[in-house]
């Protein structure tokens, strides 16, 4: 089975600076996607970032980029210039392939990490 | 981009009475659609899978006859909370599938949620 794992509950970082968020996983599958998604208060969940784990090079989306580490199991996310709107909870999921499991498939999540940009 | 929409945002019900939430997919076919349970500072916990025409798949421990989850069109999934009591009040999240071509091209859209009160 799966098992994603955010050893950071909560963090903090003062705007304009660089936070990195932890998150280790644990499968026996060679082909699955690594995701971060940013739940604000809004509570409403936004996609952050997305890797397909066969893809050596890291994803980047503007501030945000992953350090994939697939022999490591290790996908950290790094945001830069940190702003008051990143204040949110942060939360790693695992999918695996559609190739190597079809249809239903799920994400497996991490308890999050509550994110606080402080002024 | 791809759109999710989540209805109601907020309901307040009566214990025993049932309640109904459904999740629409704006501008693109979900084949299948996910149910998930939120309680407050905590991650998501899948309730079932919901595939189109066919019985939702639910998790271990996910009441069927408590949760029914109806998958009739390729845009529209409902959850019905039926028999509502005070442990069911939860935030409640859906979320499509979206996949458009090859299966690198997958991606997953979620509902603002549902904030469900059972008095």
């Known amino acids: 089975a799966q098992t994603v794992t955010q050893s950071q509950p909560e963090m903090s970082v003062q705007e304009a600076e660089t936070v990195t968020l932890s998150c280790t996983y644990d499968t026996s599958e060679s082909n699955y996607y690594l995701f971060w998604y940013k739940q604000p208060p809004s509570r409403q969940m936004i996609l952050v970032i997305r890797?397909?784990?066969?893809k050596q090079q890291n994803a980047t989306e503007n501030r945000f980029s992953v350090n994939f580490q697939k022999a490591a199991k290790s996908f950290s996310l790094k945001i830069s210039d940190s702003q008051l709107g990143d204040t949110a909870m942060y939360f790693c999921?695992?999918?695996?392939?559609?190739?190597?499991?079809?249809?239903?498939?799920?994400?497996?999540w991490g308890l999050g990490t509550s994110l606080a940009v402080n002024p | 981009g791809a759109v999710v929409s989540q209805h109601p945002s907020r309901v307040i019900c009566k214990s025993g009475t049932s309640v109904k939430i459904e999740c629409r997919s704006l501008?693109?076919?979900?084949?299948?659609m996910f149910w998930y349970r939120q309680f407050p500072k905590q991650s998501l916990m899948l309730m079932a899978t919901?595939?189109?025409?066919?019985?939702?798949?639910?998790e271990q421990g996910v009441e069927k006859d408590k949760f029914l989850i109806n998958h009739a069109s390729l845009t529209l999934s409902t959850l019905t909370v039926t028999s509502a009591h005070p442990e069911d009040s939860s935030f409640y999240i859906c979320s499509a599938r979206f996949l458009a071509g090859d299966a690198t091209n997958e991606k997953l859209f979620f509902g603002s949620g549902t904030q469900l009160s059972v008095l």
């Open positions: 919901s595939n189109e025409g066919s019985k939702a798949t639910y």
């Open positions: 890797q397909e784990a066969y």
């Open positions: 501008d693109f076919q979900a084949t299948t």
């Open positions: 999921a695992f999918m695996k392939h559609q190739l190597a499991a079809g249809n239903n498939r799920k994400l497996i």
